[in-house]
């Protein structure tokens, strides 16, 4: 089975200051790892994913996620918030040596960015 | 290019009555999926279609959920009869590769 742990219910950081929302995930081989955004009333968007390579992901907006495979981990970053980035924050994770299977998803962390 | 569009955004309605959403998926998206999330939850997949054909409905609650996808292009959830706990959004998405792209969902209030 695969599973996603999001333990921050809520992020709070000020604009300008460097954010991190942390999960870690289990699965029985190597993992695919994603996080999407969902701004109120709107559908999760695609931010960036982890498949294979270089431990350090470059995604949307300026956020980026680094890989840890001994940690288990895929914290999402940014150096410099905005209060825009404010947002629900989800992390995935599919295991591919299961077949063909889906997106397990975190419960969400809610990221606030004050100004 | 359009997203995933879905119908509609909002709907209430009493508990037994029956309910349908709609989706329409990116184009050229052979994928298909419908989830449900729940208030302060991530999306639990309820359905996934390769085209026109279920290949994963394992979550999906039979007795009173159904789902189609004819011609292997737009889609349609139903429920029938709804029940209180049935309350949330429900999120249509379709991907390319591997990542998904998702509709803005329909809120669904069974009172």
């Known amino acids: 089975a695969q599973s996603v742990a999001q333990p921050e219910d809520q992020v709070n950081v000020a604009e300008g200051n460097p954010l991190t929302v942390k999960c870690t995930y289990s699965?029985?081989?190597?993992?695919?790892l994603f996080w999407y955004v969902q701004y109120p009333n709107r559908g999760l968007q695609f931010l960036l994913k982890?498949?294979?390579?270089?431990?350090l992901v470059k995604g949307s907006y300026g956020f980026e996620a680094e890989f840890n495979k001994s940690q288990t981990s895929f914290h999402l970053k940014k150096p410099s918030a905005l209060v825009s980035d404010s947002a629900l924050y989800f992390c995935?994770?599919?295991?591919?040596?299961?077949?063909?299977?889906?997106?397990?998803f975190g419960k969400g962390t809610m990221l606030l960015v004050s100004p | 290019e359009a997203g995933v569009v879905q119908s509609p955004r909002y709907k209430i309605i009493e508990k037994k009555q029956p309910v349908a959403f709609w989706c329409n998926p990116i184009?050229?998206?052979?994928?298909l999926y419908w989830y449900r999330q729940n208030l302060g939850q991530g999306p639990e997949l309820l359905i996934r279609?390769?085209?026109?054909?279920?290949?994963?409905d394992s979550q999906l609650p039979k007795d009173r959920f159904s789902a189609e996808r004819l011609k292997g292009v737009d889609s349609t959830l139903k429920i029938q009869p709804a029940e209180l706990g049935d309350s949330a959004v429900y999120l249509c998405?379709?991907?390319?590769?591997?990542?998904?792209?998702f509709g803005p969902g329909t809120r669904l209030t069974v009172l």
């Open positions: 998405a379709s991907s390319e590769r591997d990542i998904q792209f």
């Open positions: 699965v029985s081989g190597n993992p695919y």
């Open positions: 982890y498949i294979t390579g270089d431990n």
């Open positions: 995935a994770v599919r295991d591919p040596f299961s077949g063909y299977s889906t997106l397990t």
């Open positions: 184009s050229g998206h052979n994928t």
């Open positions: 279609y390769e085209n026109e054909e279920a290949v994963d």
